[in-house]
């Protein structure tokens, strides 16, 4: 290769095109792309190393920072993970409870980043609609647990009260204002433009194979007609109790994922209606005893759920003491933000790498931790 | 579509393993030699179980030894597998998955960068999240972060009363 | 050394256009820049106020550090505000620009932001609610107004102890003339 026709820059982490504080360092030639890196690291904090240094109940008010787009999916890992080493039972209302709060972040996370995939293509109406959505869902999460963005809501045993009757017809009323005023809005103004298609199709394609053997999960796969979906496969909380439907397309590029995005939302729509029709009554939290003296048995467990990017994983080992003995974060992006810039970057033009960056989903605090 | 039982079953006939258990459903762990760990995992990937979700990695401080853990899934059987090995801390040397998993690179740069564990075979070994690190790798115990904070920063002063930890 | 290059009556003036015309830059360095698309876009608005952002260092006032820095990014945000052109304001947001906040025993992120540069004032709160940061941001134009923001001349007298400070967190610090 002539390096005497190459340039190389540094695409952020200090640019709009990025989705949060994460570098690209590339070169190109003419308009194209020939050679890629990622920049990562800029948002490390040592998360691994402070768990250990803290109790397992002040570990909760932590772990929700990790990843800053959907704090609940923490939270319901850590608590997952503590409860299969020391073997407690959690009570049905509060399984429910918890599907309840996933599906809410599930919708509120997937709009935004519509939003922000629109706002990289120019349509700036889009991501105005995108932000002012996600605002009436977080005064939702703000009546049940009190706080807009980090809720420290679901624990090990249970989630921390009970939700009121009111709440339920509040959360009933926005899913029918959402699903007959604003998407169908959304539809006419995005998904039916001919702009938006022309600028998403064909673009940032990764084919089934490549995934697989990469370790990408949830819309990467979706895309290319594997229905993957750890809520089927590996059934957690409330799952098993409901019915909903995976649904997949052909092509694997950004068009087919943002679309994903869009069918996922009206798929949480119809779980949430299911859930509350069919809630159980009973206590929410199992008695766990002292909240400064937890203790679990010695073991190991590796546990995960479905986050809208993909497989959320913790691996948490115990030896029996106050104190975690490690806990080792599995973001759902590592793969793609590591090793698929390197790999599948090239060859793309100038004016699509920020659209290759935001349809994939990648999420810079999870593998940065 | 094998359940954990046939599993368990495959693995002790045609693989050398240490101790073997089902954890939960759907969830089986299994120990090895660090000798055997490598063919192990070619084996376990011609039998359906081809998607590699991370790396990890514990410091058992007293018993001199760190532990590597490797987490694989199937899309057919729908069953989590964890293969260990224990390896010496001094002088922690092991051999790379990369030819196996592509991907396998990264996750190993970062054991590497965190415990200072070598992987033979993988020639990309720099610093990717921390820059310009002097000190012992981070998430060794040997490595107090109190002290290292108290050492290397100041805290705010608030009328003469000042941090006490 | 002062920066003013106009002397009297015509600095209130200079003062009073500047409050009523702020460029926030757009770099969102920590966790707490999930708070600020609310407060940009149409729910609570923050351009009826003047304030918009700009896309690179050059165009900028106004540098919103939101959260903790690890010391990578310190780095990169010393290059920014050596950049920035003077008159130059900078907003300390959230608790861990205070004294560490939630990461206080991390071996890497810093502790007390304004030993690397100069802070006009902090908003409180983790992560602060968009009221909140409208609120800190009127107070910021009050100051602006009324002449007492001059961090940045702060800066060019007290250079040798921001200096000081920085190379002892990051080893060596690349300068331009």
Request: hydrophobic share 35%; with cysteine; proline share 5%.
């Amino acid at each position: 290769m002539d390096k005497s026709t190459q340039t190389e820059i540094f695409f952020g982490p200090n640019h709009p095109g990025v989705p949060g504080n994460y570098g690209i360092i590339y070169e190109f030639e003419g308009d194209t792309v020939t050679s890629a890196k990622a920049n990562a690291g800029h948002l490390h904090r040592g998360f691994e190393k402070l768990m250990e240094e803290r109790l397992w109940i002040k570990n909760t008010a932590l772990v929700p920072r990790i990843c800053v787009e959907e704090p609940d999916i923490n939270e319901m890992v850590y608590a997952m993970g503590f409860e299969a080493i020391g073997e407690i039972e959690v009570p049905r209302r509060a399984d429910y409870i918890r599907s309840i709060i996933l599906e809410l972040a599930r919708i509120q996370g997937h709009i935004f980043s519509i939003g922000g995939n629109a706002a990289g293509i120019g349509q700036y109406t889009v991501m105005h609609w995108g932000t002012l959505t996600r605002d009436y869902i977080l005064d939702i999460f703000e009546e049940i647990t009190g706080a807009r963005v980090y809720h420290i809501y679901i624990r090990p045993g249970g989630v921390r009260q009970d939700i009121e009757d009111e709440t339920f017809d509040k959360i009933l009323d926005l899913m029918d204002e959402l699903e007959n005023e604003r998407f169908p809005d959304l539809e006419k103004t995005l998904f039916e433009n001919p702009n938006a298609q022309k600028r998403w199709q064909g673009k940032a394609v990764i084919t089934k194979e490549e995934a697989v053997e990469m370790g990408a999960t949830g819309p990467v796969l979706r895309a290319n007609g594997v229905p993957h979906d750890l809520r089927k496969m590996m059934p957690y909380a409330a799952y098993d109790d409901v019915e909903f439907e995976v649904p997949t397309y052909e092509n694997g590029d950004a068009w087919d994922r943002i679309k994903i995005a869009r069918d996922d939302m009206l798929q949480s729509i119809k779980i949430i209606r299911q859930l509350i029709q069919n809630i159980p009554d009973g206590p929410v939290q199992t008695d766990l005893g002292n909240g400064l003296k937890y203790k679990i048995p010695k073991g190991d467990a590796y546990v995960k759920i479905e986050s809208k990017r993909g497989e959320y994983g913790y691996y948490m080992v115990s030896d029996g003491g106050l104190k975690p003995y490690r806990v080792h974060v599995r973001g759902a992006s590592t793969p793609l933000g590591l090793y698929g810039v390197r790999e599948f970057l090239p060859g793309t033009r100038i004016a699509d790498v920020p659209v290759w960056a935001k349809s994939l989903g990648i999420c810079p605090p999870e593998f940065d931790r | 579509m094998r359940n954990e039982k046939e599993l368990l079953e495959l693995i002790n006939v045609h693989l050398e393993p240490q101790a073997v258990e089902i954890k939960r459903e759907q969830n089986v762990s299994v120990e090895l030699a660090p000798k055997n760990l490598i063919q192990a995992l070619s084996f376990l990937k011609s039998h359906s179980y081809q998607h590699l979700s991370t790396i990890s990695c514990v410091d058992w401080l007293e018993e001199g030894a760190f532990e590597l853990v490797y987490h694989l899934f199937s899309y057919d059987d729908y069953i989590n597998i964890s293969l260990k090995t224990r390896i010496k801390r001094e002088p922690g040397i092991f051999q790379t998955a990369k030819e196996i998993w592509p991907v396998a690179e990264f996750y190993e740069r970062d054991i590497h960068e965190f415990f200072g564990v070598e992987f033979k075979g993988n020639d990309n070994l720099e610093e990717m999240i921390l820059e310009n690190w002097q000190h012992l790798p981070p998430m060794r115990k040997d490595f107090d972060t109190r002290e290292f904070v108290n050492d290397q920063y100041e805290w705010r002063d608030y009328n003469g009363q000042k941090h006490t930890d | 050394m002062n920066n003013n290059f106009v002397k009297g009556s015509w600095q209130e003036i200079l003062d009073w256009a500047q409050n009523k015309s702020i460029n926030m830059l757009h770099y969102c360095t920590g966790c707490g820049a999930i708070e600020l698309p609310p407060t940009m876009t149409s729910r609570y608005d923050m351009s009826r106020f003047g304030i918009g952002p700009a896309a690179t260092p050059r165009q900028a006032d106004l540098l919103l550090v939101t959260g903790y820095l690890s010391t990578k990014t310190l780095r990169r945000l010393i290059y920014t505000y050596e950049q920035m052109q003077a008159p130059k304001f900078v907003v300390g947001f959230g608790s861990c620009t205070i004294n560490g906040g939630m990461y206080w025993d991390s071996y890497n992120t810093i502790k007390q932001l304004d030993k690397y540069l100069p802070v006009e004032m902090y908003i409180a709160g983790c992560m602060p609610r968009p009221e909140a940061i409208l609120d800190g941001l009127l107070k910021l134009k009050k100051m602006i107004n009324n002449g007492e923001a001059d961090g940045y001349q702060r800066y060019q007298d007290n250079l040798e102890f921001y200096h000081q400070n920085q190379e002892a967190v990051l080893g060596e610090v690349q300068r331009t003339q």
